[in-house]
């Protein structure tokens, strides 16, 4: 279908991302065909690439492809959008018997499309030049969608809430007149807004909050502690206020008493508030931070010892790894795929001083896997043939902490062009200082032998890849994932946050959940 109305940019921002695979490929595709125009939009959630096209381009490009043919621009661009069209909307690539698309990446980063078909009984050719796009391109057709949906989400989620609030009170309403329930498998539990607000909050500052309202209770009786804001949900703080990390509160007493309030700031800092302080008149200030306790069960990491197979063929500790190098690891988005070698981006999380606990994984092959009980390991469950390859679709992945003997993993063949596959045949924990996460373009590495994901906390691997696709196509665009040091990536306390608020706690590790906030 041709338009004609309005710029193609402006018709691209009303379109979805289509999925196609094209020369087994997959890929997101935006299109839009005018009259002699089209503008086309490809990615990989790696980069993003575009060709635009007017009458002039579509001519001189028909010519040059096309010696034997002679038609007008619209008899050329005519058949084009017939023949191109189905393939930028989801067919495989091949639209009929004689018409056909291929994809071929270039060197120097663009993508070359190719089609061959048939017009007027002569052979018809054409090539897409598609170019990385412009930053201000990613921004309006995918990266502010992106955050705009996620907006409404958090929107919808109050919404929701308040939702719940009132069908409850109207359900309360309707008991106090005498109505009773005639099934009772329909009873449910009242909504507490309180309780739903403290899901947001740290386990640490949840801790010293519960603490605490025993302490008042304690002290007056008859009197609440009374948390006037806790997670910001408004934007009224400073973007680097710890009500964002759910690290922080606002509390007075339930009678308002100001009297209290120096007693009320001693026993918060009993309690184990780490900072307490009057920010107004009307409220006391208390936040925490997290200490080695709560670090020791965040994220998924592999200890400093544990080593990777440099592009060169030698071995170097994560510990000692950088960002740039490029390390043996998977191009299957289930660890089963060739082994190449994938550029390190980042590190998201890196701590060469605190002490973890690491769950060690020993293998038939004598390979031995050192990682964080949240961190995703790649399996195989039932009978697998030691040394074998593993059959397409077998792999999975589980956190570590739930890996047993008789399971198989992926570990690296002599020659790094292969993955083999290894039983596990003991599980053990032990203690050791340090911990790396570091990050490769295809999500995964071959740590001591063994091919293991890039990501923790959240149970999909696929699901991880795909949210940190926009710090991929940051990378591409800048060669950088933004200034970083020991600590947790920005960008993965980001998803964190995320992740709390829009997944269900059980698709959360619940070692995972307590992160390090720094």
């Known amino acids: 279908m041709m338009e004609a109305r309005g710029s193609s940019a402006e018709v691209l921002l009303q379109r979805p991302w289509l999925p196609v695979g094209i020369s087994g490929c997959q890929l997101l595709t935006k299109s839009w065909f005018g009259e002699t125009a089209y503008h086309v939009l490809l990615t990989d959630m790696h980069c993003v690439w575009e060709e635009r096209m007017d009458a002039a381009s579509i001519q001189q490009r028909s010519q040059e492809l096309n010696r034997r043919l002679r038609a007008p621009v619209k008899a050329f661009f005519s058949h084009l959008c017939e023949v191109v069209q189905p393939c930028l909307t989801g067919s495989d690539g091949r639209v009929d018997g004689e018409a056909q698309i291929s994809l071929t990446r270039q060197e120097d980063g663009d993508i070359s499309m190719k089609l061959k078909s048939e017009l007027a009984g002569l052979p018809f050719y054409w090539e897409f030049h598609c170019t990385p796009a412009p930053v201000t391109v990613v921004c309006a057709q995918l990266v502010r969608p992106l955050l705009a949906m996620s907006h409404l989400l958090q929107r919808q989620v109050e919404q929701l809430g308040g939702l719940l609030v009132r069908k409850d009170a109207e359900i309360q309403d309707f008991r106090e007149n005498g109505a009773t329930?005639?099934?009772?498998?329909?009873?449910?539990?009242?909504?507490?807004?309180?309780?739903?607000?403290?899901?947001?909050?740290s386990k640490r500052c949840?801790?010293?909050?519960?603490?605490?309202?025993?302490?008042?209770?304690?002290?007056?009786?008859?009197?609440?502690?009374?948390?006037?804001?806790?997670?910001?949900?408004?934007?009224?703080?400073?973007?680097?206020?710890?009500?964002?990390?759910?690290?922080?509160?606002?509390?007075?007493?339930?009678?308002?008493?100001?009297?209290?309030?120096?007693?009320?700031?001693?026993?918060?800092?009993?309690?184990?508030?780490?900072?307490?302080?009057?920010?107004?008149?009307?409220?006391?200030?208390?936040?925490?931070?997290?200490?080695?306790?709560?670090?020791?069960?965040?994220?998924?990491?592999?200890?400093?010892?544990?080593?990777?197979?440099?592009?060169?063929?030698?071995?170097?500790?994560?510990?000692?790894?950088?960002?740039?190098?490029?390390?043996?690891?998977?191009?299957?988005?289930?660890?089963?795929?060739?082994?190449?070698?994938?550029?390190?981006?980042?590190?998201?999380?890196?701590?060469?001083?605190?002490?973890?606990?690491?769950?060690?994984?020993q293998t038939e092959a004598g390979?031995?896997?050192?990682?964080?009980?949240?961190?995703?390991?790649?399996?195989?469950?039932?009978?697998?043939?030691?040394?074998?390859?593993?059959?397409?679709?077998?792999?999975?992945?589980?956190?570590?902490?739930?890996?047993?003997?008789?399971?198989?993993?992926?570990?690296?063949?002599?020659?790094?062009?292969?993955?083999?596959?290894?039983?596990?045949?003991?599980?053990?924990?032990?203690?050791?200082?340090?911990?790396?996460?570091?990050?490769?373009?295809?999500?995964?590495?071959?740590?001591?032998?063994?091919?293991?994901?890039?990501?923790?906390?959240?149970?999909?691997?696929?699901?991880?890849?795909?949210?940190?696709?926009?710090?991929?196509?940051?990378?591409?665009?800048?060669?950088?994932?933004?200034?970083?040091?020991?600590?947790?990536?920005?960008?993965?306390?980001l998803l964190h946050w995320l992740g709390r608020m829009l997944l269900d706690s059980g698709r959360l590790h619940p070692l995972g959940v307590a992160q390090e906030a720094r």
């Open 181 to 201: 329930l005639s099934r009772e498998r329909l009873q449910t539990d009242v909504f507490e807004e309180q309780t739903y607000r403290e899901d947001f909050m």
């Open 206 to 361: 949840k801790d010293k909050l519960n603490s605490l309202a025993i302490a008042v209770m304690n002290l007056w009786p008859g009197v609440r502690l009374r948390v006037t804001e806790g997670w910001d949900e408004d934007g009224h703080h400073s973007e680097e206020s710890l009500h964002y990390e759910g690290r922080a509160v606002d509390i007075t007493t339930s009678d308002r008493d100001r009297n209290k309030y120096a007693m009320l700031a001693r026993l918060a800092v009993e309690s184990g508030f780490d900072w307490v302080y009057y920010e107004s008149k009307a409220h006391i200030h208390c936040s925490v931070k997290s200490d080695h306790s709560v670090a020791a069960k965040s994220g998924g990491c592999f200890p400093g010892e544990a080593s990777v197979t440099l592009e060169s063929g030698a071995q170097k500790s994560v510990s000692e790894l950088r960002p740039g190098e490029r390390v043996l690891a998977s191009a299957g988005g289930d660890g089963s795929g060739e082994l190449v070698y994938s550029e390190v981006l980042a590190f998201l999380d890196r701590d060469p001083v605190t002490w973890k606990l690491f769950y060690t994984l």
């Open 367 to 493: 390979a031995r896997l050192s990682l964080t009980a949240a961190h995703l390991l790649f399996v195989t469950e039932g009978n697998c043939s030691e040394g074998a390859a593993p059959a397409r679709g077998a792999l999975r992945t589980v956190y570590a902490s739930d890996a047993r003997p008789g399971q198989c993993v992926l570990v690296a063949g002599q020659r790094n062009g292969e993955g083999r596959l290894s039983r596990v045949t003991r599980v053990s924990l032990r203690a050791s200082r340090g911990a790396f996460a570091p990050l490769t373009r295809q999500g995964t590495l071959v740590v001591d032998g063994v091919v293991a994901s890039c990501y923790a906390v959240v149970e999909q691997h696929s699901l991880a890849h795909w949210a940190f696709s926009p710090l991929r196509l940051i990378h591409s665009w800048t060669g950088s994932t933004g200034s970083h040091g020991d600590g947790i990536h920005w960008y993965s306390q």
